[in-house]
């Protein structure tokens, strides 16, 4: 795989998400694109799109600032993965094997390519409203990626960090 180092940029952080669409709904890259011009946006606001099959994409390039994360852009690389959503449209992590397999291998080159960058979910970077240090699930302002990223990639992270979540 090739490496992903490709911005001068200060990369704090690689934010997953999900598409927040139905499983097994096909979904795309370029899909994501439309729908991020309709809404405004300039491009596509995640830098890569992990799709059904396992196909990365690229959408914004990494030398430009994302638009997936209200006041972390700047310092971060945005990942989304097609799904998101059950059947019934409810929050689920929906990634199949594939998309796991290509996340997995796709964060692996980014961390040596950004060893100091925390791997984390949107929902993660949810205001600590009740001001206890941590993020708990009463105060995700979204659920998205629909699963725990700082402990599924928890070999990942870098030094720094306790019990899976980020001191900053």
Same mark, same amino acid.
């Given at each position: 795989?090739?490496?992903?180092?490709?911005?001068?940029?200060?990369?704090?952080?690689?934010?997953?998400?999900?598409?927040?669409?139905?499983?097994?709904?096909?979904?795309?890259?370029?899909?994501?694109?439309?729908?991020?011009?309709?809404?405004?946006?300039?491009?596509?606001?995640?830098?890569?799109?992990?799709?059904?099959?396992?196909?990365?994409?690229?959408?914004?390039?990494?030398?430009?600032?994302?638009?997936?994360?209200?006041?972390?852009?700047?310092?971060? *690389?945005?990942?989304?993965?097609?799904?998101?959503? &059950?059947?019934? /449209?409810?929050?689920?992590? +929906?990634? #199949? =094997?594939?998309? %796991?397999?290509?996340?997995?291998?796709?964060?692996?080159?980014?961390?040596?390519?950004?060893?100091?960058?925390? *791997?984390?979910?949107?929902?993660?970077?949810?205001? &600590?409203?009740? /001001?206890?240090?941590?993020? +708990?699930? #009463? =105060?995700?302002? %979204?659920?998205?990626?629909?699963?725990?990223?700082?402990?599924?990639?928890?070999?990942?992270?870098?030094?720094?960090?306790?019990?899976?979540?980020?001191?900053?």
């Amino acid at each position: 795989m090739s490496s992903y180092k490709q911005t001068k940029r200060t990369i704090s952080f690689i934010i997953l998400h999900c598409s927040a669409t139905r499983e097994n709904q096909h979904f795309t890259v370029a899909d994501i694109k439309r729908w991020h011009l309709q809404r405004g946006f300039v491009d596509c606001g995640y830098h890569l799109v992990v799709e059904q099959d396992g196909t990365i994409s690229a959408g914004r390039p990494l030398t430009s600032i994302g638009a997936h994360c209200r006041n972390h852009n700047r310092n971060s *690389i945005g990942i989304c993965y097609v799904g998101g959503l &059950d059947k019934d /449209g409810h929050p689920a992590d +929906t990634r #199949n =094997e594939a998309q %796991k397999k290509s996340l997995c291998e796709l964060l692996t080159q980014l961390h040596q390519d950004y060893p100091k960058a925390i *791997i984390l979910g949107h929902r993660d970077l949810s205001p &600590d409203l009740n /001001g206890d240090g941590k993020i +708990t699930p #009463n =105060e995700y302002i %979204k659920r998205c990626p629909c699963f725990d990223a700082m402990v599924e990639y928890a070999d990942l992270q870098p030094a720094g960090l306790w019990e899976g979540k980020p001191i900053w």
